[in-house]
């Protein structure tokens, strides 16, 4: 596991997403990356934008999602696959064929389907405050799960509800890859930004691989990249 932590969000975005090109670069075929959506990695996608917008020499890179809240009735992209149609995919006019939504009705074919496409590359990942990854939540997970439907508790369904424009919409379940799907991508980058994940990076970062936050089994994975910025390295004990 490498550690790097930077100044600041910017300079967070900025190198995430020179790691990304590189990876983007050094595939002479077929490239496949699993990206995340939310708040994190927003600045990454800003400065990612206008490096892939247009250029015909990344055709070859794919793209996957690795979690999905469906609506419950309309059949339209999830959540997942909107907000990264909004932040990215729209922006950067990346070509439909290259992006292979998870999806319930798909999920259970995902893991062989990835295989088969040869693999992910790169899956860049953020991190929960309660440890969480993917669709991986404290209680809801196994390290033995592959890519999974997972159903609702009652107190998660009412957090997720805020997602939807309409609150009827909210599913009884989500689908995420597990962490045997995630363990298995060649490369893995986890970004973390802002004083509220400062407690949380310390428990992964100086903790031990704990159940209670399913994030630390990331640390058993052979290439793993950790960049921060400084307010959420605030709480790490210094060297």
């Not at 990304?20 to 934008?49: H, W």
């Not at 196994?142 to 997602?163: G, H, I, N, Q």
């Not at 986890?190 to 936050?213: D, R, S, T």
């Amino acid at each position: 596991m490498r550690v790097i932590i930077t100044k600041d969000y910017e300079e967070l975005g900025k190198l995430t997403t020179q790691i990304l090109l590189g990876t983007m670069f050094a595939k002479q075929d077929r490239c496949n990356l699993s990206i995340t959506a939310g708040k994190t990695p927003l600045e990454v996608y800003k400065q990612l934008i206008p490096e892939v917008k247009n250029k015909k020499y990344f055709n070859h890179v794919h793209y996957y999602n690795f979690d999905e809240i469906p609506y419950r009735t309309e059949k339209r992209p999830g959540i997942t696959m909107r907000d990264l149609n909004k932040m990215f995919f729209n922006q950067a006019e990346i070509n439909k064929t290259n992006i292979h939504p998870l999806t319930e009705t798909n999920y259970a074919q995902q893991d062989a389907k990835i295989a088969d496409a040869g693999g992910i590359d790169l899956m860049l990942l953020g991190i929960g405050k309660d440890g969480h990854f993917c669709g991986n939540l404290p209680g809801t997970t196994t390290y033995e799960d592959w890519t999974t439907r997972v159903e609702f508790s009652p107190a998660a369904k009412e957090r997720s509800s805020v997602l939807f424009e309409e609150k009827k919409e909210t599913p009884d379940y989500y689908v995420t890859m597990g962490p045997q799907s995630v363990m298995h991508a060649r490369q893995l980058v986890l970004i973390a930004n802002g004083i509220q994940k400062a407690e949380i990076m310390k428990v992964f970062l100086e903790g031990k691989v704990n159940p209670k936050y399913p994030a630390t089994i990331l640390k058993m994975h052979p290439n793993l990249t950790v960049i921060l910025d400084k307010e959420a390295a605030s709480l790490l004990e210094k060297d």
